[in-house]
């Protein structure tokens, strides 16, 4: 018998006294009703003490799919020989005993056990369950990344041995961290595990049964969180109480600087080649670029005026907008406002440019802390402390809102932002925070007890720089602010966004499963109707009249569960129609005047009308509900009102803007909009969408006319050199531009080639050429490679290709997705030398490596837009050359992103190869090719490819990797 070192035994009860078996199973896919077993692992343990080991291969009696071999190395030649399953049973059985089972998603172990005639366990625990709850903000959940961050030695992946072991060591890390917790949150898990049945729960109970007595007595009386330690947390300074309802309150804090120290200083003086920022910040390069730019916005800023900045690679373009704002706003001005699209520079920002310039402004004389900083962000990133309250009241619930109940519970003991953000949810429980989010929680009528939007916008009214995202932006365009505190500058960076940000916040999206969801929460005993009536009650305001409505809204919300049940069946119907000889295929349909002119959309129209009336007579149902609930005096069951009436307003809110959005849909499309039908994946749900044909009046109206002065800025903003293109996009009409180029020397820095001999994507051995000459590269050069692609479905198809070949050659591959998210991918990439890493969508800018650079950048295909997209496709019938003049542009600006991910920093080299043979052949590559800063391009036979980039290297005498 062996020990786990990693564990010390923390219990004296029973838990460290009980046999437990943990199991993990590989199997030929993921279907238990067809797919098969092929290996077993298990270990029996008691605590901290190893009893025994289990192990088998089993013949599955079918071939094991390429993929599986892939993913676990386990050939039909290994199992060839193995016994079938029948024959490993009576052994599995006898060791497992009448044990409890720990898995990883043991569901799907215990599944596929009882399918083959193993006896079903009487107690599991999962330590998916354990650590979903227990670590809120885990980068990752699955047993990899967790046994990564928990420091876990994991020999083989996907070996059923190496998992179950792993398992085991995760299971009592977590036991660990269950019993830290304070018992008013075990007895709080407790509870979850009466009204779910859920066996973390359980563990909880066991844990708090052997506590010490007096401590668990004060448990059971226990609020937790405790709101009056949240509301600490939470307090900032007594101004902040109260601007909730006074967004335009002024910030309050008297500025200056420090003396005469500060007098005078000029934009020189901190960017100059001997300013403070050279001698403040370690490897800091003096480059004019960043120094133009400064000036620039201070200018802008001053006076008033907009100004679109193209900072190329390498200007350090935060620092030239940070440094001004501070300085303007530390000089008596009021707060600036910057909005960036992305996390990854939200918290480049916060975590690194902004005490960088707080560190330049303490060299210039102002004192510690004579910045605040403070970031803002809408309603539904925020948690309602009163909904969440309520909804962990509820007396029976299922096993993964009691999961959800306590990963938000173990959160609540720390945070101090209540920022959904720092939770790793699954896509099911996104919705579900949502629900307890102050999304639709308007006119909270409480200012006392703890409120985590109320606190984020009071520290940002006390801000003299607040960060926020396009998204919010665009909310508070749509409302007529009201949102933002009053700021003299609003500063955009990730500009280039900005026009799709707004194409979705100013149109619409009516999905099948969000009405579904809206009415289904409003029907049966658990649904808020009842809750409301039952609350009323309770507190004595229930008369006939109530009770009547109850009831009368309660069959309303029936008739219109119908009423859309029969409107989703009439849209399927429609989009059948108007895809004649093919059926339905999902992708989507662009609602023009032919598809409203076919017969079924009459169908449709008269759905859409019996579905409008049931669901108003719903909405203003809840209307009179919520007037009931806020009716009722004050009283002990005040606060439980106040979240049943929250839930009911945030209800008929999304009822009334899905009504919205059907009409513009269906009966009354307006002019300027385009609507369209979706369904993803095939036969699933149905959405209905709208958007502007053109952002630039609105924002022109909403924004720039408004705003004293908007910077834009971004690495790709201008077209050939010209910003007329953005201009009249986003309807910028005034204001100074420029285009600031890199400091970089491309042409030293990095070499581009592109194969010209290639079939052409879409053409018969395209992928093939692609996946051969990845190969061909990497396994010469054996440094960072990053492959960009288009799709997701390509990036698959490659890495299937590739991965068995190169991995052979030691060289790991990781594709975004299969292996896990961005992060994950470019810190594999990072940490290894001779790695491919293959990336879609979100590689293609934001997130950078950490301690090293890429070697090689490869474009599977140029990116042009899905010729589809009913957006793209309704703008582009606006030009006369709908492909020369919007799609071309297009796609340029998304490859210079791209092409942005090589060159970092000065010491930079790198090879950039296109796989897209159009880019040497067609007419519109030079389009393209020209918009590379200063590179040579070479043309290339795809045959010598992996030889040109090689000799390069040499050249430039960068080395490849063991």
């Given at each position: 018998m062996t020990q786990f070192p990693g564990w010390q035994p923390s219990l004296s009860g029973p838990l460290d006294e009980t046999v437990m078996v943990s199991l993990d199973l590989e199997t030929t896919g993921l279907d238990g009703r067809s797919d098969k077993i092929i290996e077993i692992g298990a270990v029996k343990f008691r605590g901290g003490e190893e009893i025994e080991q289990y192990?088998?291969?089993?013949?599955?009696?079918?071939?094991?799919?390429?993929?599986?071999?892939?993913?676990?190395?386990?050939?039909?030649?290994?199992?060839?020989?193995?016994?079938?399953?029948?024959?490993?049973?009576?052994?599995?059985?006898?060791?497992?005993?009448?044990?409890?089972?720990?898995?990883?998603?043991?569901?799907?172990?215990?599944?596929?056990?009882?399918?083959?005639?193993?006896?079903?366990?009487?107690?599991?625990?999962?330590?998916?369950?354990?650590?979903?709850?227990?670590?809120?903000?885990?980068?990752?959940?699955?047993?990899?990344?967790?046994?990564?961050?928990?420091?876990?030695?994991?020999?083989?992946?996907?070996?059923?041995?190496?998992?179950?072991?792993?398992?085991?060591?995760?299971?009592?890390?977590?036991?660990?961290?269950?019993?830290?917790?304070?018992?008013?949150?075990?007895?709080?898990?407790?509870?979850?595990?009466?009204?779910?049945g859920w066996s973390t729960g359980v563990l909880a109970g066991r844990i708090l049964d052997h506590v010490d007595s007096a401590a668990t007595f004060q448990a059971a009386g226990e609020i937790r969180p405790d709101p009056r330690d949240l509301s600490s947390r939470l307090r900032v300074n007594q101004a902040c109480v109260g601007t909730l309802g006074d967004p335009g309150a002024e910030n309050p804090k008297i500025h200056g600087g420090p003396g005469?120290?500060?007098?005078?200083?000029?934009?020189?003086?901190?960017?100059?080649?001997?300013?403070?920022?050279?001698?403040?910040?370690?490897?800091?390069?003096?480059?004019?670029?960043?120094?133009?730019?400064?000036?620039?916005?201070?200018?802008?800023?001053?006076?008033?005026?907009?100004?679109?900045?193209?900072?190329?690679?390498?200007?350090?373009?935060?620092?030239?907008?940070?440094?001004?704002?501070?300085?303007?706003?530390?000089?008596?001005?009021?707060?600036?406002?910057?909005?960036?699209?992305?996390?990854?520079?939200?918290?480049?920002?916060?975590?690194?440019?902004?005490?960088?310039?707080?560190?330049?402004?303490?060299?210039?004389?102002?004192?510690?802390?004579?910045?605040?900083?403070?970031?803002?962000?809408?309603?539904?990133?925020?948690?309602?402390?009163?909904?969440?309250?309520?909804?962990?009241?509820?007396?029976?619930?299922?096993?993964?809102?009691?999961?959800?109940?306590?990963?938000?519970?173990?959160?609540?003991?720390?945070t101090a932002s209540g920022d959904r953000s720092e939770?790793?949810?699954?896509?099911?429980?996104?919705?579900?925070?949502?629900?307890?989010?102050?999304?639709?929680?308007?006119?909270?009528?409480?200012?006392?007890?703890?409120?985590?939007?109320?606190?984020?916008?009071?520290?940002?009214?006390?801000?003299?720089?607040?960060?926020?995202?396009?998204?919010?932006?665009?909310?508070?365009?749509?409302?007529?602010?009201?949102?933002?505190?009053?700021?003299?500058?609003?500063?955009?960076?990730?500009?280039?966004?900005?026009?799709?940000?707004?194409?979705?916040?100013?149109?619409?999206?009516?999905?099948?499963?969000?009405?579904?969801?809206?009415?289904?929460?409003?029907?049966?005993?658990?649904?808020?109707?009842?809750?409301?009536?039952?609350?009323?009650?309770?507190?004595?305001?229930?008369?006939?009249?109530?009770?009547?409505?109850?009831?009368?809204?309660?069959?309303?919300?029936?008739?219109?569960?119908?009423?859309?049940?029969?409107?989703?069946?009439?849209?399927?119907?429609?989009?059948?129609?108007?895809?004649?000889?093919?059926?339905?295929?999902?992708?989507?349909?662009?609602?023009?005047?032919?598809?409203?002119?076919?017969?079924?959309?009459?169908?449709?129209?008269?759905?859409?009308?019996?579905?409008?009336?049931?669901?108003?007579?719903?909405?203003?149902g809840l209307r009179d509900i919520g007037i009931a609930l806020e009716r009722a005096p004050s009283s002990l069951e005040s606060r439980n009102l106040q979240a049943i009436g929250l839930n009911v307003t945030a209800v008929q809110e999304s009822i009334e803007e899905t009504r919205r959005g059907l009409r513009v849909g269906i009966p009354e499309p307006e002019d300027g909009m385009v609507c369209w039908l979706s369904s993803r994946p095939p036969n699933g749900p149905i959405a209905v969408s709208g958007a502007p044909l053109a952002v630039g009046p609105s924002l022109r109206e909403t924004l720039f006319e408004r705003e004293h002065c908007v910077v834009l800025t971004s690495g790709t903003l201008a077209d050939e050199g010209r910003f007329d293109r953005v201009r009249e996009t986003l309807g910028v009409d005034s204001g100074n531009e420029v285009a600031l180029g890199s400091p970089f020397d491309f042409k030293k820095a990095a070499l581009v080639l592109v194969p010209g001999d290639i079939p052409e994507p879409n053409r018969p051995g395209f992928n093939e050429a692609v996946a051969q000459a990845i190969k061909d590269v990497s396994t010469l050069v054996r440094d960072r490679t990053l492959v960009l692609f288009t799709s997701n479905s390509a990036l698959n198809t490659?890495?299937?290709?590739?991965?068995?070949?190169?991995?052979?050659?030691?060289?790991?591959?990781?594709?975004?997705?299969?292996?896990?998210?961005?992060?994950?991918?470019?810190?594999?990439?990072?940490?290894?030398?001779?790695?491919?890493?293959?990336g879609a969508a979100s590689l293609w800018e934001g997130v950078d490596l950490e301690e090293s650079s890429i070697g090689v950048l490869m474009m599977a295909r140029l990116p042009f837009p899905v010729p589809s997209d009913p957006v793209f496709s309704a703008r582009s019938e606006l030009y006369d050359d709908g492909f020369g003049d919007y799609a071309v542009p297009s796609a340029v600006l998304r490859f210079r992103q791209g092409f942005g991910r090589l060159i970092r920093s000065r010491s930079d080299r790198g090879v950039f190869v296109v796989l897209d043979s159009r880019m040497a052949t067609r007419g519109y590559g030079a389009a393209f090719r020209d918009a590379l800063p200063g590179c040579d391009v070479e043309i290339v036979r795809a045959s010598e490819l992996a030889a040109r980039v090689s000799r390069w290297r040499d050249e430039a005498h960068i080395e490849s990797g063991e």
């Open positions: 192990s088998a291969l089993v013949n599955p009696g079918r071939d094991i799919p390429p993929f599986i071999t892939d993913l676990t190395g386990i050939s039909n030649a290994d199992v060839a020989d193995a016994p079938p399953i029948e024959k490993i049973l009576p052994g599995l059985i006898e060791f497992l005993g009448n044990h409890p089972m720990i898995g990883h998603n043991v569901a799907f172990d215990a599944g596929f056990l009882v399918r083959n005639g193993v006896p079903p366990r009487t107690q599991t625990f999962d330590t998916y369950d354990l650590a979903y709850a227990l670590i809120p903000g885990a980068t990752e959940y699955n047993l990899g990344g967790l046994g990564i961050a928990m420091g876990l030695v994991h020999d083989a992946p996907h070996r059923a041995l190496s998992d179950a072991l792993v398992t085991r060591d995760l299971f009592l890390l977590m036991l660990d961290k269950l019993a830290e917790l304070p018992p008013g949150v075990l007895s709080e898990f407790s509870r979850l595990a009466a009204a779910s005469d120290a500060t007098k005078g200083t000029t934009i020189s003086d901190v960017f100059g080649a001997d300013g403070h920022l050279s001698r403040e910040l370690p490897d800091y390069e003096h480059r004019s670029q960043q120094e133009r730019m400064a000036g620039l916005v201070a200018a802008a800023i001053e006076d008033g005026e907009h100004l679109i900045v193209e900072a190329g690679t390498g200007v350090g373009k935060s620092m030239a907008y940070l440094v001004p704002a501070a300085l303007h706003t530390l000089s008596g001005g009021r707060r600036i406002v910057v909005s960036t699209n992305t996390i990854n520079l939200q918290e480049q920002l916060i975590a690194k440019d902004i005490p960088a310039a707080q560190a330049v402004l303490g060299a210039i004389g102002y004192p510690e802390g004579a910045l605040t900083v403070a970031q803002l962000k809408g309603r539904s990133n925020y948690l309602c402390y009163r909904r969440w309250s309520h909804s962990k009241s509820a007396a029976d619930m299922t096993i993964p809102e009691a999961r959800l109940l306590a990963k938000t519970m173990v959160w609540l003991e720390t939770l790793r949810l699954n896509r099911d429980d996104q919705a579900a925070v949502t629900r307890m989010s102050a999304q639709g929680a308007r006119g909270c009528p409480a200012p006392d007890g703890p409120c985590f939007l109320r606190t984020a916008r009071g520290r940002a009214h006390h801000a003299d720089i607040v960060i926020i995202n396009h998204s919010l932006l665009m909310a508070d365009l749509v409302m007529g602010g009201g949102l933002l505190p009053e700021h003299d500058a609003l500063i955009i960076d990730e500009a280039h966004h900005l026009e799709s940000v707004a194409t979705s916040n100013f149109g619409f999206r009516v999905d099948q499963r969000q009405i579904e969801g809206d009415l289904s929460g409003l029907s049966g005993d658990r649904g808020a109707v009842s809750d409301s009536i039952r609350a009323l009650r309770a507190a004595g305001q229930a008369d006939p009249e109530t009770e009547r409505l109850a009831t009368g809204l309660l069959d309303a919300v029936g008739r219109a569960r119908s009423a859309a049940t029969e409107l989703f069946r009439s849209l399927r119907d429609t989009m059948a129609a108007s895809t004649p000889g093919r059926g339905f295929s999902g992708n989507d349909l662009r609602i023009t005047e032919a598809a409203r002119g076919q017969p079924a959309w009459s169908d449709l129209e008269v759905a859409w009308e019996n579905y409008d009336l049931a669901v108003s007579t719903v909405s203003l490659t890495r299937s290709a590739i991965r068995s070949s190169l991995q052979a050659q030691k060289i790991k591959v990781v594709a975004q997705g299969i292996d896990g998210p961005p992060h994950r991918v470019m810190r594999a990439l990072d940490a290894d030398k001779a790695t491919v890493a293959l």
